[in-house]
């Protein structure tokens, strides 16, 4: 029964020491982008951006045409 009772106060000991590690892991590594993320997310805007550029060309074309 000592055992039993020796083990379970480890674990009580153990497991919230455990659990700020993990929360302190993931807040670090987690918070950050890789710079392929990075790379990628930055592309994404670009491409957005060229998207809504090239759209906003298209209206006025059409509003021009729509003028003649």
Do not use: C, W
């Amino acid at each position: 029964m000592d055992v039993v009772y020796s083990i379970v106060e480890s674990l009580y000991f153990f497991i919230p020491i455990l659990a700020v590690i993990v929360v302190a892991a993931t807040l670090y590594f987690g918070g950050r982008r890789s710079d392929e993320e990075e790379y990628l997310f930055m592309h994404t805007e670009s491409a957005d951006a060229n998207l809504q550029a090239l759209e906003l060309e298209a209206e006025l074309a059409d509003i021009e045409k729509k003028e003649l």
